[in-house]
């Protein structure tokens, strides 16, 4: 290479390492800004207009390499416009630059196309991420008419360099073109563009990690606010609508808040990354918390109060999105025509449609009167199965500050007969709670609004699973199965209704929420004037709102020490099924995948034995006749209809005498037909071999791995030993059966989820699962090398929990006649089962039974154990010494995970 060729290449390499640290000094005076505790939107303005200053000069630098001619030629027919984010100035430190290279396609567009290459190269080559497009005025025009999001980008368009003219130009036409002469399409547009699937109310419900831009109440509905403003109000700010009159005093106040603390956490979040990241994660949640010296209060982490504040504003913004959504779309001729027809009125001033209820404006006032008005509109609402109109809404939210908090015997009568109601009651109750009328009627409801539970298992705050909660409960009137048919056969319905609303409001005081609850309960129990008899369900339903899932998920529901107390504190079969019902509701509200087919049946099995129980039979003779129904149901799988009388009565003998060595919980909770499959495999086994069974089960993409054995040397450990080789293999253990009959043979079942697949796992994956179960109960292996092999593959042992709640070791000698429960509160990590199960082998425990479960803050691994003799745990220093061991093991667990006990 010549000297002059690596002069050329010197200087471009100096040109490129100036444009890169041009940028780093920009993000680095916005950092400095932010650091010295300067506002969210004032930084993103400074970034914005370096960055607007960078774009013109690097463009300006490869203009000035054109001939005059061409330079002044494209000053006239061009123009740079910055457009989206970078048009409205608010920019965080990694957003996208949005540019339209906009030309007047005259005689120098191929000469402005080829700058415009150079100048994107550029860009890119200074560590700007581009997003841009070169086109005409009259392009740029007709693009926007059919995509939304080109439309709602162009109403940010803010030329940077270039002709004046023409970026006047294109705001002209676009605003006569796109949104003047077709103003009803725009706003569709604009909806489209907020909300592609076609739901104008947003996301769903709050997320416990949400995208600071994207989620409910993000910067993007603040931005939806201001494209409806700008059609309809031709306004650009939040200060121009409240001029015109779209927004009050006190709203544009909490939006501009909201703005500020949005963007200053989107800056925070951008930085703290280096790259853009818009989610606000549980680790970036505690460690912008920490940066801004949050303070725990004596009910809440310091990382719940921060949550709260931004779910408060993110809410205020939703709210108010929402708001200019419902008002502001426009209404087709027919839907206007339908309404108009099926419509009808009620009660001299409502109109009633086809689902919505309204109120002209000259009657609001007769409405908004006083809370009793205001409740017959929501009892008509629900009796016609629509909810008030946005407007009508509107002026109710606005009259309820004016009200003086007291709730009559008439009111409260009809918000009874309001919860009455199941169809509508979800739609209603949110109402309700948007307008704060339900504030007035349980003042309670207040200190939960956007109250954040943090940790792993929520998905939603506090308000927005009581609702839920109680949306899915009223979706079981169209279900079938045995829930929907106790929520069918309930008579009050508005007492388990009322008892949903009430079940979580003790949340956040520092106390055992159901204890607070039961408080609660009381005092509205007496504020709504309840009768004696139906104040005591309600409190009865709310302090014991927990007490089901905990028998049916971590307790052995064929005990009859169990269940006989439970069911008679229940007391009657009506309180046991809103008890059952209400518990269903309360699981599949904490999540999508909460509540799961595995928890439905052990729900409805521990309902079914406390019914028979209600009925006045007597628990051991129900339970002798459900083992015979059993064996009739196993003989019935297991023996050959082609068998002859004498076969068929030997085979009988033989299914009823290894029945009699199995324990009732392995009869009662194992199908008939696994059970045939069982005995199939001990008859043929041999007494050193090993059976293992693997079965997919599409419905809840899970695989069952059974394991059959009566081979001594195995069965020693063997539930540890499983455990640990599933965990190795990065199988997830969702659910563990164990099962040794009183001669020895060892039946063990772990139902788990493999990540690797998304569907049924290939044959080879189960063979090599099999094969490794094998090889650690034979000894050929060990669980701590089938680990190191496979913690390359992306089993992540070493990952900290989110909750900082405290582990427990819980020790029960008194619930069982035969053996001591052993409770594990613990975050779930890989190789928590393994790690506990083999302390209680080392411990010399023999664990008789084993279930797992997500307990609403923590993992809780039960386990019913004996010493390895069969006695019951009860000497006081023996509990003492199980406890200890499991809290040491656990808490070196936590700090060093699963590698601490395979190295």
Known sequence: ??????????????????????????????????????????????????????????????????????????????????????????????????????????????????????????????????????????????????????????????????????????????????????????????????????????????????????????????????????????????????????????EARRLREAWEFLTRVRIDLHFAAGKAQDRLTRDEQLRITDSLGIQPTPTQRAVEVFMQQYFRHTSQVAQLSRRFATLHRPQSLVKQAREFLVGHRAERILRVGPQEIDVPPRHFSKICGDLERMLRLYRAAALYGVRPSPRVAEAIMAAVPRLDGTVSETSAKLFMEILRSTAPLGPILRSLYDTGLLDVLIPDITHVRHLMQFNQYHHYTVDEHTLRAVETCTRFENGTGPIAAAYANIRNKELLHLALILHDLGKGFGRPHAEVGREIAQRIAQRLCLPAAQGEIVIQLVARHLEMAHLAFRRDITDPETLVPFAHSVGTPDVLQMLYVLTAADVSAVGPSAWTEWKAELLTELFDHAMVILSGKHYGIHEQERLKTVARQVMSAAVPADAGDVEAQQQREAIERRLATFPSYYLTSTTP??????????????????????????????????????????????????????????????????????????????????????????????????????????????????FLRNRRFGLDSTRKPVSDLPLRVLIDTESSENRTIIDVFAHDRPGLLFTISRTLFELGLSVDLAKIATHFDQVVDVFYVVENDGRKVLDPERVREVQRRLCCTLEEFEREGFRAFVA
């Open 673 to 786: 037909e696994a059970i045939a499959a069982d005995l199939e495999t001990i008859r043929t086994l041999g007494g050193e071999d090993i059976s293992i069974r693997a079965s997919y089960t599409p419905d809840t993409q899970t695989v069952e791995y059974r394991v059959v054995t009566a081979n001594p040397s195995v069965t020693a450990g063997c539930f540890h030993k499983l455990a640990g080789a599933l965990t190795a293999r990065r199988l997830e253990i969702l659910a563990a059966d164990i099962a040794t009959t009183s001669d020895g043979i060892v039946v063990d079942a772990f139902r788990v989820h493999d990540r690797d697949y998304q569907s049924e796992p290939p044959p080879e994956r189960i063979a090599a699962v099999t094969s490794s179960l094998r090889d650690v109960l034979l000894g050929r292996t060990t669980v701590e090398s089938l």
């Open 1 to 250: 290479m010549t000297a002059g060729r690596l002069e050329s290449v010197g200087l471009r390499n100096g040109a490129l390492a100036e444009k890169k640290a041009r940028v780093h000094r920009m993000r680095d005076r916005a950092r400095s800004l932010f650091e010295r505790g300067a506002g969210g939107v004032a930084v993103a303005a400074c970034l914005s207009e370096q960055t607007d200053a960078l774009v013109v000069d690097l463009f300006a630098e490869l203009l000035a390499e054109q001939p005059e001619r061409i330079r002044e030629g494209l000053a006239r027919e061009t123009a740079i416009v910055a457009v989206g984010g970078t048009g409205r100035g608010e920019l965080a430190p990694y957003s996208d630059v949005d540019l339209l290279f906009l030309h007047s396609n005259r005689g120098l567009v191929r000469e402005f196309q080829g700058i415009v290459n150079l100048a994107v190269q550029s860009y890119w080559d200074a560590g700007l991420k581009l997003g841009h497009a070169v086109r005409t005025v009259a392009d740029s025009v007709s693009l926007a008419k059919g995509d939304p999001q080109i439309a709602t980008t162009l109403i940010e368009a803010r030329g940077l360099w270039g002709s004046e003219a023409l970026v006047q130009d294109l705001q002209r036409q676009f605003r006569r073109k796109v949104v003047d002469g077709r103003r009803k399409a725009f706003l569709l547009d604009c909806l489209q563009a907020r909300y592609p699937d076609g739901a104008d109310t947003g996301p769903p419900a709050q997320e416990l990690e949400p995208d600071v831009k994207n989620s409910l109440g993000g910067l993007r509905d603040l931005h939806f606010i201001r494209w409806i403003g700008f059609a309809l109000f031709d306004a650009r700010d939040i200060d121009s609508l409240r001029m015109k009159g779209a927004l009050t005093f006190d």
